[in-house]
Every structure is written in C-alpha cells, then in structure tokens.
C-alpha cells in the first residue's frame, strides 16, 4: 500500500502566510500603519496599547482588534477610549492568525483609519509561526515573569522587529533584573530595539509613544 506523509504543520502555515500577504496589501492599499502586539497574561500589553491611543488618538485616526480566548475584557476597555474596536476571539486557540484578522479588517472602514493595533492572545510561543499581515511584531515581557523568561522564549525575541521589558519600577519587588533580561534579548537578537517601560515612568511610556510615530512620518 501507498503512503503519503502530509505535514499538516507547515501547509497550515503556508496558506496562513499567503492569506497574510493579502491583508498587508489591503493594509498598505488603505495606508494603515498596523502592529502585532504580543506577550503573556499580565504583561501590560494592554495598557501600553491604551497609552498609545490616549497619546496619539487627536492626530491619528485609531483602531484596535483585541484577540481573546473568549472574553472581551480588553475589547472593551479600548472602545470605552473611543476607537473602533472588534474583539477577535479564538476559542481553544492560543493565537492569533491571518484568517481572524481578515474577518476583523471587514468589520472596520479601513479609508478611516490610520493605526490599527493588533493585541494578540496572552503568551510567548503560539503567536510566533502565525504572520498576520502586519508592519511591525512587538515583543512584551514584564519583569514579574522573572528575568529568565527571555531565554526561556527565544523564538518570539528573535522574530520580533520590538521588545519592551516592562513594569521595571517593580523590579526589585521581584527579585529580577531588566539589564538581564535586555542583555537577553540582545544576546538572541543583537539588531532588535528595546525599550524598558513602567506605567509609573511617563518618560519610559513617550518613548514608546515616540517609536510607533517614527513608522507614521
């Protein structure tokens, strides 16, 4: 009998990846600066996220696809910032992919929007094989996560254009290092721009600000 080994995994990938494709040409066609925001349960992406809109949402027209499991938590804490939000909920996936953000982008008038911030689903290793048609993949870790959580994640660093060590005013708290955990990054991506971020530091969060505006000039 004749057997045929399929590899499931990497034709999966590969028409996620070729859908991709058609929504970074939709993305461009509609000059749309978009961005995938990744990182774990309670690394702050989100409130980075909510920074940016209260910064930049005068000059910018802003939109956001919050992807969930299945609760719509941050969905509604970007729509009660007054931007067009659409929660992407994914189910028992742990990730976002290509698909669920094309079914996003129609509910979303693209000719009036300028930014759209793609908060991907809550860890360090599913989101990194699923492009999704965006400009730019930032890469979140606190330091509550402990500052071998780095190394313990290499990929996600690795393939990111971004990484923010955040939360670093708690540092001490936690018993961990941000110059560790940015040497980490540095040490598996030497060419990746890193940012250290705090809530509590409004210095920290206009640099991260200041960064999303060097793609809109």
Request: glycine letters at 4%; proline letters at 2%; charged letters at 25%.
């Amino acid at each position: 009998m004749l057997m045929h080994v399929v590899n499931i995994n990497k034709d999966v990938l590969k028409a996620n990846n070729e859908l991709a494709y058609s929504n970074r040409k939709l993305l461009v066609k509609n000059r749309i600066f978009a961005m995938n925001i990744m990182g774990a349960i309670g690394s702050g992406k989100t409130t980075l996220i909510e920074e940016a809109i209260n910064s930049l949402k005068e000059r910018y027209r802003i939109a956001v696809i919050a992807g969930d499991v299945v609760a719509q938590m941050d969905a509604s804490r970007f729509e009660k910032l007054g931007v067009r939000t659409v929660a992407a909920n994914t189910g028992r996936e742990c990730h976002l992919d290509a698909k669920l953000v094309e079914r996003s982008l129609a509910n979303i008038d693209l000719e009036d929007i300028d930014i759209l911030f793609i908060e991907n689903v809550g860890n360090l290793i599913c989101p990194v094989d699923y492009k999704l048609g965006e400009h730019l993949r930032v890469v979140v870790v606190s330091v509550s996560e402990g500052d071998d959580t780095v190394l313990k994640h290499p990929m996600i660093f690795r393939t990111s254009d971004l990484a923010i060590v955040n939360k670093v005013d708690i540092s001490e708290a936690v018993s961990a290092d941000p110059s560790k955990m940015k040497a980490d990054i540095e040490q598996l991506n030497p060419s990746i721009p890193i940012l250290l971020t705090s809530i509590n530091d409004r210095i920290s969060i206009d640099r991260w600000i200041e960064y999303i505006e060097s793609y809109l000039k």
